[in-house]
């Protein structure tokens, strides 16, 4: 691990600030991802700015009818929480599929969030991967492709998004609260966080340098039977191959989401509307673009009949 400076934060602008005043900072709250990159040498942050002391760790109700999570409220206290599973049930079912026990102790909202998209060959540092290194080159394209992503990627990239709460995030329409080092705000919607690979896969998110994440906040719940369904090599501590994020109404419409599938969580609106028509009707929209590899055709296949499979157990 390369050597680095270290600074606990006592306000989301004092954060903010000091990422800003110091290049090359990461934020760090639970560490479950950046403290494995950085123990690899895939992450070199020259400064490391603790978070965990800020007042972020509390959910509550908004004047909407919705709520408000803080960025720092850990996943097991989030998938736990009883108005949570009682009105966002599928987000509670999205975060008990994730990882570990252990790990979901310790991460954080904001944290899961910004996961890095990686494959094995970001892991392997003796391969190009141009969201490690820009302009090395994208060993997945010619190598072994059975976990990548099949739409919403590019030539630069095809690596899929990681997160199981994403998944259930974009399909409840939450949206992301921030500051910046000026100590402005501004509020942006899940469907416009996640940038698409093109030729800058480095860049996967619309924050500013020294942006930082202080809460999510969900509008009012909707209702329906709320699902996830993830399917994956092993029953635990392993990524999705397809994962399905669904609410579905009485009258059969609803909406969709899909992890494993893209560089981000996937969800296209026009696939919402085809719902009552079945999973096939679905498909062709999530898909309609889909560029997937010779090894991973069958994740097409495979996320029909997940979502089939949800559908089902839903109208029941």
């Known amino acids: 691990m390369k050597t680095f400076t270290y600074e606990r934060v006592n306000s989301a602008a004092q954060a903010a600030s000091s990422a800003a005043d110091k290049p090359g900072s990461r934020f760090i709250a639970g560490g479950t991802n950046l403290l494995d990159l950085m123990k690899l040498e895939i992450e070199t942050p020259a400064h490391i700015i603790d978070v965990n002391g800020l007042p972020l760790d509390k959910i509550d109700a908004t004047a909407e009818g919705g709520l408000r999570i803080g960025a720092l409220v850990r996943n097991t206290d989030l998938a736990a929480d009883l108005r949570v599973r009682r009105d966002y049930a599928v987000l509670s079912r999205a ?107 480095h860049l996967e998110t619309v924050l500013a340098p020294g942006e930082l994440i202080t809460a999510v906040t969900l509008p009012p719940p909707v209702g329906g039977a709320q699902l996830y369904r993830k399917v994956r090599n092993r029953a635990s501590y392993a990524f999705a191959l397809v994962s399905v994020a669904a609410i579905v109404q009485p009258d059969g419409s609803g909406r969709v989401a899909l992890g494993g599938v893209a560089h981000q969580p996937w969800r296209v609106e026009d696939a919402d509307a085809a719902l009552p028509q079945g999973a096939q009707a679905v498909c062709k929209h999530l898909f309609a673009d889909a560029h997937p590899t010779r090894e991973n055709t069958y994740k097409l296949l495979l996320a029909e009949r997940t979502i089939a499979a949800v559908l089902t157990e839903a109208r029941a």
């Open 95 to 201: 975060l008990f599929a994730g990882a570990s026990g252990q790990l979901r102790n310790q991460a954080t909202t904001a944290g899961n969030l910004l996961q890095r998209t990686r494959c094995a060959y970001f892991y392997d540092t003796n391969q190009p991967c141009n969201k490690r290194q820009p302009g090395s080159g994208c060993a997945a394209l010619n190598g072994y492709s059975r976990q990548h992503a099949v739409v919403g990627a590019s030539k630069a990239c095809i690596a899929t998004h990681p997160s199981d709460m994403a998944v259930a995030m974009r399909l409840l329409d939450a949206a992301i609260e921030t500051v910046d080092p000026q100590g402005a705000e501004r509020t942006i919607p899940i469907a416009a966080f996640y940038r698409a690979p093109g030729d800058t896969p």
